[in-house]
């Protein structure tokens, strides 16, 4: 019979905890000492970012914009169309 750690001995023990021969494991750093880690890495990563210029970003939000402009007369005409042949196939 084994148990549910896997072990294969029917022992019941894990490898966890108890004597086990292994030295305990250095502890983790507190909540707030993470937390402010985790700030300065945030901050390290956002100043490697190249931001762009105010005419690249003019130039980006007018190519969106016109994208969107053309996907929403895309989808208008097949929905017009669409709909005019579900209005054909089964009438009014």
């Known amino acids: 019979m084994s148990d549910k750690a896997g072990t294969g001995s029917g022992l019941g023990t894990s490898g966890r905890g108890g004597r086990s021969g292994r030295s305990a494991s250095p502890r983790r750093p507190g909540r707030l000492k993470r937390l402010v880690t985790f700030f300065r890495q ?7 970012v190249i931001w762009p210029t ?39």
Request: aromatic content about 16%; glycine content about 4%.
């Open 42 to 48: 945030v901050i390290a990563e956002l100043r490697k």
């Open 54 to 92: 105010r005419n690249e970003l003019l130039t980006y939000t007018s190519v969106v914009l016109v994208f969107v402009l053309f996907m929403v007369v895309v989808v208008s005409i097949y929905d017009f169309l669409f709909s005019q042949g579900v209005l054909k196939v089964f009438g009014n």
